[in-house]
């Protein structure tokens, strides 16, 4: 079997006396599309965080392509090709759309913007807007462009339907599988809005008090309400 793009083994983190992810381990394989569902309070956030860097591992291993990345810094971890998109929509609101996008080329020359506008054509026809002028559609989709401008392997996303209107929604689910089909990425979508993310991954896992209690086909657990009401606690339309 091909080696796993990212690979947890017995994960244990948090925040000072508390322990949010209680020996979290799974995989994924490259080009996979991977949703992570649960209550509120799981561990789902701290997961993405530790596995950037951001929360420091207590014990257990987090491997991205072969390699242990447990002690890099989060900035080492991005540049091996991790791309992580916060729930807190990580964008500068006083620059432009397109002085937004500048700031995440790094090394790439400015023609790479090009890839984002035509993933997102909104993102064009507003680049000399300012980031505080967008939808909250709009401006996640400039944090996930700026994110892919970094031309990450595996992309985390935390939440990004959270808070928009179902149209706005089904296009950033467009565009996601647009994504994957044409470069192949790996996403590790984590997602509140469960049906839909289940409908756009090939796999899922859920997770409860900071472990895997579930895993298997994405389509499989959509089809499984009684597992989901027990574990996530919402039936699925
Ligand atoms: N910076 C922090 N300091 C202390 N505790 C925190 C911090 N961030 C999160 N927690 C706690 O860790 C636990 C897990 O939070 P986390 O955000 O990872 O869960 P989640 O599954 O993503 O939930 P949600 O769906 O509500 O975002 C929660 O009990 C939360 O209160």
Request: net charge neutral; proline share 5%; charged share 20%.
């Amino acid at each position: 079997m091909q080696e796993p793009i990212l690979k947890l083994e017995q994960v244990v983190a948090g925040y000072g006396p508390t322990t949010v992810l209680n020996g979290l381990s799974f995989e994924m394989a490259a080009q996979q599309r991977l949703a992570m569902v649960g209550r509120n309070g799981v561990g789902k956030t701290t997961a993405l965080r530790t596995i950037m860097g951001l929360v420091p591992l207590r014990s257990g291993q987090v491997r991205f392509r072969g390699q242990d990345i447990s002690a890099l810094a989060p900035h080492q971890r991005a540049e091996l090709g991790l791309g992580y998109v916060p729930q807190t929509r990580d964008i500068f609101p006083s620059l432009s759309v397109e002085e937004n996008l500048l700031a995440g080329l790094k090394r790439r020359p400015r023609s790479a913007l090009d890839e984002a506008y035509a993933l997102f054509p909104r993102l064009a026809e507003r680049r000399r807007n300012g980031g505080a002028q967008l939808s909250g559609g709009e401006q996640q989709m400039l944090s996930v462009a700026r994110a892919l401008l970094g031309q990450p392997s595996l992309l985390l996303l935390d939440e990004p339907l959270e808070g928009l209107a179902p149209l706005i929604r089904q296009e950033l689910l467009r565009a996601f599988r647009n994504l994957s089909q044409q470069t192949g990425i790996a996403v590790l979508i984590v997602e509140q809005q469960v049906d839909e993310a289940l409908g756009y991954a090939e796999r899922a896992l859920i997770l409860d008090h900071g472990a895997v209690v579930h895993s298997g086909g994405a389509a499989a657990l959509l089809d499984d309400p009684l597992t989901l009401e027990r574990w996530v606690g919402m039936a699925v339309h």
